[in-house]
């Protein structure tokens, strides 16, 4: 399958001069869809992994189906406000600023080895927070995915020591 063909690029997007690659156009195509989910669990296959965390909000629809393929707990690394409960959180930072993702504490006990999953992988600043607060739990990350990497943004500085791991890369174009 080719996957550049699945997703949709969008040119200008959210601002002038940037090409936006849309992961959305995946989840209309159900063989798109299928390759992703059966390419996560090809790689993964021999991993010890022992829940997955998926970051908001497409994370959460390749995560969910490779935890619930794979048997895996399934934890969601949300925006700041959105969970109830005790959370630990993390900031990061953006092209304009900061932001902060949360994860229930109860969610992310001790002695464990989380995969983390978002759709794709720029700077690696939001997998990076989400990393800090799975060692800060006390647990290991087994891994990063994403389905689209942005290699020219330095993302392996960041997070290279997790080896991540995508589908297609983009140069910059």
Known sequence: MDLDKAIRKVK?????????YDVTSIFTDPIAFRFVINRMLEFYLKEKIDGVIAIESRGFLIGSCFALERKLPLVLARKKGKLPGKTIQESYSLEYGTAVLEIHCADLPADKR???????IATGGTLEAVAKMVERQGSRVAGIFGIIGLP???YKEKIGKYNPHTLIDYDGE
Do not use: S
């Open 114 to 120: 989380w995969l983390i999953i978002d759709d794709l």
């Open 12 to 20: 200008d997007f959210p601002k002038p001069g940037i090409l936006f």
């Open 152 to 154: 020219f943004l330095k």
